[in-house]
Every structure is written in structure tokens, then in C-alpha cells.
């Protein structure tokens, strides 16, 4: 599978300003079940880090973190921002199938929206650098959506970014066969149960399908609609279709402009206007045996 984000015309310093960040609370979910299983704090790494959004929050847990991603241009960008990180953190270009650490070196090995990328034979790299004891843990947020609440028309302005994100135009250039939500996490390979090297996979998920009533959202950001858009933009399926659409990005034609158009007409949003987000976030964990 090819990986957008690897592509030389992605715009990395973009994705890393405009894509949201991790709670600080999965990452204590992550760490509270490490450390009560007899995980370590010596060496954390994040596998396909990206411009080091995630990376970032392992910092203050651990003696040493390494941020592995296979594009150089992500890489780039985690390492010019790593200049203002207090601690130990050091980016390498590499892919997750041939992960350039030593052997039983990591604690925790981490991932964030990249495993989807990840060939099944990369959890033979996986039981080689993770320690016996060590803690492996993939997560990733999915479909955006907007909290209803305190919203004219909310329902209506929600559904209009909810059909954006399944319409026609951007599923057709879904690298997922179409696939929405936590399917792509249903999917994931796992490593063979009872084999003595890995235990049981656990799993988490938080608000799927959204927000409904007073529900709790884990993985929230307020921003204005101006920055919503920019946000929806950094997204790999929307880059493949803008590349096949140069004619029709930006106008009323790009699924983006449309939706910004509807919230206008359903609840009087304007781009100034603050808005609630919120992903779909789903956690899968396993122990090194």
C-alpha cells in the first residue's frame, strides 16, 4: 500500500500544525496499564511518527524516545520542532518492517493512525526490539465530527460534516476499499494468539459513530470552522483527491467548500465561528511475553 504521507508533495509542516493531538488521558490509560503489568520507562518508541505529534507525549514518561517514520519530510519536521522538547527524543528514518533499533531494546512501542500502514510481517520486527514485558500499543482517531451542542440546527451541521467525509467523491479515493471508522482498526493484523510470544490483544474504543446527548468527548478540540477546514484539508484522502482534482479544489465542486457552505445555511456558522470536534478514538494493547 502506498503511504500518502510519504508522498514529496504532502505538506508535513502543515499536517502537524493543523492534525489534532492526543488527550493527555490516552496516554495515561496507556502508561496506568504499562506500568501496573511490570512495563519499564527506559526507552519508548513510536513507529511511524509522523511529524512527532504523538511522539511528543512519551517524552516526559521515559529516559530515551525514538521516533521512527519511513518519510523523510515527516522526519524533518519532528526534528525541527524536537529543538524546543525538554529530554531525550531523537528521529530516525525507517519503515516499521525493518525498524532501526537494536534487539529487546524498547518498553513501549507505540503508534498512532500509522499501523494501517504497516505490512503483517512488521510484528516480526515488533517481537524483536520490544522487551520481554514490554507493552505494544496502537491507537488512532477516525472519522471527525461536530459536537451538536449549543449549535443552531446542530444535528443538521453535523451530518453536514459526516456526509463530506462519506461522500462519493472522497470514498473513491479511499485507500481503505471505502471502509469508515473503526472498521480499519477491526482489520488490523494482530500477532498469532498462544505462539508465547505476544498475550492477548485488548481493546478500547471511544465514541464511536459520535457524540449523543451529554457523552463524554474523550478526544475533543475547540477551534473555529476556518480552522476545521485547514484540519479536513491535511487529511491523506483528501490530498489524493485534490492531486486528481486540481480544477475542482477550493470551489463549491470540492466536498470541503460544500460542507463549509451547508454549515453556513443550516446554523449560520461563519468561518470565525468556534466550533466542538471530536474523533472516534480506538486503543488496542498487547504484551510482550
Known amino acids: ?21 492526543y488527550p493527555a488521558r490516552l496516554f495515561k490509560e496507556i502508561l496506568d496499564a504499562h506500568l501496573s503489568s511490570g512495563g519499564q520507562t527506559g526507552v519508548a518508541l513510536d513507529l511511524g511518527c509522523g511529524p512527532g505529534i504523538a511522539t511528543e507525549s512519551l517524552v516526559p514518561y521515559f529516559s530515551k524516545v525514538i521516533g521512527v517514520d519511513p518519510s523523510e519530510g515527516m522526519i524533518t519536521a519532528a526534528t525541527r520542532a524536537a529543538t524546543e522538547i525538554k529530554g531525550d527524543l531523537t528521529y530516525k528514518v525507517g519503515a516499521a518492517e525493518a525498524i532501526p533499533v537494536e534487539d529487546a531494546l524498547v518498553d513501549l512501542l507505540t ?18 526490539v520490544v522487551k520481554p514485558g514490554g507493552t505494544v500499543a496502537l491507537f488512532g482517531y477516525s472519522e471527525l465530527f461536530l459536537s451538536p451542542r449549543g449549535i443552531p ?9 459526516r456526509s463530506c467525509w462519506n461522500s462519493p467523491e472522497l470514498v473513491s479515493h479511499s485507500q481503505f476499499g471505502g471502509a469508515a471508522g473503526m472498521q480499519i482498526f ?17 481493546k478500547q474504543v471511544w465514541n464511536k459513530g459520535g457524540v449523543r446527548g451529554d457523552e463524554d468527548v474523550f ?34 465542486e470540492d466536498p470541503i467548500g460544500r460542507m463549509s457552505a451547508q454549515l453556513k445555511e443550516f446554523s449560520g456558522l461563519s468561518d470565525d465561528s468556534v466550533v466542538e470536534i471530536g474523533w472516534e478514538l480506538v486503543l488496542i494493547r498487547l504484551k510482550r511475553l
Open 219 to 252: 478526544m475533543a478540540q475547540k477551534i473555529t470552522v476556518a480552522e476545521l477546514k485547514a484540519n479536513l484539508k491535511t487529511a491523506g484522502i483528501y490530498h489524493r483527491w485534490r492531486e486528481a482534482n486540481k480544477d475542482k479544489a477550493d470551489t463549491i
Open 1 to 21: 500500500m502506498v503511504n500518502t504521507f510519504a508522498d514529496p508533495t504532502f505538506d508535513a509542516e502543515q499536517y502537524r500544525i493543523h492534525r489534532p493531538r
Open 186 to 202: 477491526d482489520r488490523l493484523a494482530l500477532p498469532e494468539q498462544g505462539n508465547g510470544m505476544w498475550g492477548k490483544a485488548e
Open 153 to 161: 440546527n446542530g444535528e443538521k451541521a453535523a451530518e453536514a460534516i
Open 111 to 128: 503508534s498512532g493512525s500509522a499501523a494501517v500502514y504497516f505490512a503483517p510481517s512488521w510484528w516480526n520486527e515488533a517481537t524483536r
